[in-house]
């Protein structure tokens, strides 16, 4: 089988979905959000807030497929511990990138490569793997990061 | 003693199913979705888009004549499939708007503060919300039909339901798209109209599986969509009773639909033309008209026997597979939906999609059925009577793929 149809579903991701990172509770939580997917009802709850030194804490608890597990763990290891400003940033690329309305064939971004460099095979699964970010995004917005 | 059809030149008839998908000969199973077009439908809206190049019912020109007669035969083919006649047949786009015309029609001419609308918990979106957006600027209800756990219609609660007073409609599929089950249709139409309710009737499921009479299914309003039944994609059919046609006002306005238009007001043809305002969907219609005639000519029975045998097929086999749960059936339609344990059914079916087995997953434009049911969403394999005993194999080999990849359920 050809590696890019591996790499969908490659050992890593699966690892991030049965072990997530990011779903211990944080601090003092700053806001909430929790966003569904209508298509087959996965969800993401997610929390953020801010170390003593103004970097980004986030919790996330996901109920969904591998690949939105996978997204929501790959994000709270990502995001954890940078300024809100760059969380924010890296958000708006990816779900920009993911929207339902991107021209094909899907160019993956950035932060997602290490682990989603399968998903351009697999473009209906792009709002499994945007689903955290949309999640990440709504919070960092309703804390005024950006509007 | 009905003759077995010849699934392999039928097949060939079928451009897509000879496509492969990532290296692999396609699994089709998603026919509930949409069904594969034949040659004979590409042929029919090349035609329209070649010689009978012209708009209808509006040119004195030839070209213009000939696509109005083809287009007007498409009506009649359509009509005799539901055992109707023409002027009772309106084009739409597919079952989703003709459902939306409905609820217009019939929530400009019956809703009022407290009228309730039962509709099914098997419906798809398309039987319930357009009765939402109708209903609630009137003050009207929309309420679930009562059903057992396992979303069957309960008969004798719904007549309870019916006869606590001020139902305007009752609105259900034929068959349900999650289940594949048939709706007691007959039966629920006479306690609808013993309460002098409009009896709406989704039949895009149905419809690729059976000849409709409408005047046995006791009906008033049905729906269906060309690209279930073999046809092309963006035309389907509103059948409604002409005593109801003719009480509903227009819905959308412009040309073909009119017959005088003066800045003071205008005045609006008889149905269907009333409903049909603009250019019509023709390649579609003549492409509809191709796609009856190809199942004609198959012989229903013959569908119909082969379409049993695949269903049983399908279900024998997926109730061999570890871990996996049918939905409640035993489904009537070629179809089943099921989970797979702990997966979930977008993991399964992009698995399966490696290796060219394409099964719909998700809520099927069903939440209500789901909520029911407690799941999320789930795995739907829809066949036909073009599906081979070879792709069932594939469909159960494809899900020991999942097993491999994901662990065991």
């Known amino acids: 089988m050809p590696l890019d149809r591996v790499t969908l579903y490659s050992a890593e991701v699966l690892a991030h979905a049965r072990s997530p990172h990011g779903t211990a509770p944080i601090g003092l939580v700053r806001q909430s959000v929790e966003v569904d997917n209508p298509l087959c009802g996965d969800q993401v709850r997610l929390s953020i807030g801010l170390t003593q030194d103004g970097t980004l804490a986030v919790s996330q608890q996901t109920r969904g497929c591998a690949l939105c597990g996978a997204s929501a763990s790959w994000m709270a290891h990502q995001v954890h511990g940078i300024p809100p400003d760059s969380a924010w940033t890296q958000s708006h690329e990816i779900t920009e990138a993911l929207s339902n309305l991107a021209p094909l064939p899907l160019l993956i971004p950035r932060p997602l490569h290490p682990l989603f460099s399968g998903l351009h095979t697999a473009p209906a699964r792009r709002g499994c793997v945007r689903l955290p970010w949309d999640a990440l995004k709504l919070a960092l917005t309703q804390d005024g990061v950006r509007a | ?409």
Not at chain 2, 89 to 106: K, Q
Not at chain 2, 132 to 145: D, I, K, T
Not at chain 2, 157 to 182: D, I, K, Q, W
Not at chain 2, 286 to 308: F, S, T, V, Y
Request: with cysteine; hydrophobic share 45%; glycine share 8%.
């Open chain 2, 1 to 409: 003693m009905t003759e077995p059809l010849d699934v392999a030149r039928l097949r060939a008839e079928v451009p897509a199913l000879s496509r492969e998908v990532h290296g692999h000969r396609v699994t089709y199973l998603d026919h509930a979705a949409t069904a594969p077009t034949p040659q004979v439908v590409l042929q029919a809206v090349a035609q329209a888009y070649g010689p009978l190049n012209a708009n209808v019912q509006r040119g004195v020109h030839t070209m213009s004549a000939e696509a109005s007669a083809a287009y007007a035969a498409a009506r009649s083919k359509v009509a005799r499939f539901l055992h109707t006649d023409p002027v009772q047949i309106v084009f739409t786009r597919g079952t989703t708007e003709a459902l939306n015309l409905a609820a217009h029609g019939i929530a400009a001419t019956r809703l009022r503060p407290r009228s309730r609308v039962l509709v099914s918990r098997q419906t798809h979106h398309a039987g319930l919300v357009p009765w939402q957006l109708m209903g609630a600027p009137r003050g009207a209800h929309v309420e679930a039909l009562p059903c057992t756990p396992t979303g069957q219609l309960d008969l004798d609660a719904t007549e309870r339901a019916l006869r606590a007073g001020h139902v305007a409609a009752v609105c259900v599929p034929v068959a349900s798209n999650v289940l594949g089950t048939y709706t007691p249709v007959r039966e629920l139409a006479e306690l609808a109209h013993d309460v002098g309710a409009v009896m709406v009737a989704d039949a895009a499921q149905a419809a690729p599986h059976s000849p409709l009479d409408v005047g046995a299914l006791g009906v008033d309003v049905l729906a269906f969509s060309g690209h279930k039944v073999f046809g092309p994609t963006g035309i389907g059919v509103l059948w409604a009773r002409r005593s109801l046609l003719e009480k509903w006002p227009p819905w959308q306005g412009g040309g073909d639909m009119v017959q005088r238009v003066r800045f003071e007001g205008s005045t609006f043809r008889e149905p269907p033309h009333r409903f049909e305002a603009g250019t019509p969907p023709i390649a579609q219609a003549l492409g509809l008209h191709a796609a009856l005639d190809w199942l004609e000519n198959i012989g229903w029975k013959a569908i119909q026997a082969r379409e049993r045998v695949v269903r049983d097929g399908l279900w024998q086999r997926l109730r061999q597979v570890p871990g996996l749960t049918l939905l409640p059936g035993p489904a009537d339609l070629p179809m089943a939906s099921f989970t797979l344990g702990r997966h979930h059914p977008h993991d399964v079916g992009s698995l399966l999609d490696q290796l060219g087995v394409a099964v719909r997953t998700g809520r099927h434009c069903a939440d209500p059925l789901h909520t029911l049911l407690g799941l999320d969403s789930t795995v739907r394999a829809s066949a036909s009577f073009l599906t081979t005993d070879a792709e069932l194999d594939r469909l159960v080999a494809g899900l020991s793929h999942v097993r491999e990849v994901l662990g065991a359920p």
